[in-house]
Structures are given as structure tokens and as C-alpha cells.
């Protein structure tokens, strides 16, 4: 019973651990979520392509892209053509995120980043 006991405790301790890890909350309200374990089976062109969301009074701040096996070519594509145009997208849980169109000549990357925001967001609801 014992063993049973210490299994459930560090069973709960890793949970824990690892919903730090994917969002934390700034001293400015800031809330950050990480992809990286959130969405690790969202891949671009060459694997995941894991983002940081920021995210402050329901509105998107920022989405910054974190390491990726895709080409720095396609993931500056993406960077300066596509992330920009999350900034300042309103949050709703009664809309889903309008649509933002991917980056021609990095699809596969477009899309997997559009994938990590979605499901960066739907974390952030139900756990901000």
C-alpha cells in the first residue's frame, strides 16, 4: 500500500511539473505557453516546430518560435511573415481563432505553427 501511495505522489508531482512547463505567468500578467511538450506531435517540414505564446488580458501578444530541425529559411519565413499576424488577436472562448494564412514557400511549417497556436491557446483557457 505504501509503494501504491508514493507511485500516485510522484505520479502527481510529474503532472504538476510539466504543467509548469508549458505555461507560467509573468510579474506583468503575462501569460506564456510552450509548445514544446504541449504540441510535440505537430511537426513541419523537418519536426516539431514548437512556439512560445504570449499572451496578456486575452489577446495575443507575441508568438515567438523556439528551436526546430526546419531551415532557418523557412522558420524566417514564418517568423516575419506569419507570427506577426497573431499580435493583438482577441481570445474567445466563444470564437475560434480567425485563420491566419501561412507563408508561401514554408507550408509544412505554416501549418504545424499554426497547430501549436491553436492548441497553445486552448491550454491557456482552461488552465489560466
Excluded: W
Excluded at 511537426?43 to 501578444?61: D, L, S
Aim: hydrophobic share 35%; charged share 30%.
Amino acid at each position: 500500500m505504501k509503494k501504491a501511495y508514493i507511485t500516485v505522489l510522484l505520479m502527481a508531482a510529474f503532472v504538476a511539473a510539466e504543467a509548469q512547463d508549458v505555461m507560467h505567468k509573468e510579474k506583468d500578467g503575462t501569460y506564456v505557453v510552450n509548445t514544446t511538450t504541449l504540441a510535440k506531435d505537430v511537426e513541419g517540414y523537418a519536426g516539431p516546430t514548437p512556439v512560445e505564446v504570449h499572451i496578456k488580458k486575452n489577446k495575443i501578444v507575441k508568438v515567438v518560435p523556439l528551436k526546430t530541425q526546419d531551415g532557418p529559411k523557412y522558420v524566417a519565413k514564418v517568423k516575419n511573415g506569419m507570427l506577426p499576424k497573431y499580435e493583438g488577436v482577441k481570445i474567445d472562448k466563444k470564437k475560434p481563432l480567425p485563420q491566419v494564412d501561412g507563408v508561401t514557400g514554408a507550408t509544412f511549417t505554416s501549418d504545424a505553427v499554426r497547430e501549436n497556436v491553436k492548441r497553445a491557446v486552448e491550454y491557456y483557457q482552461k488552465h489560466k
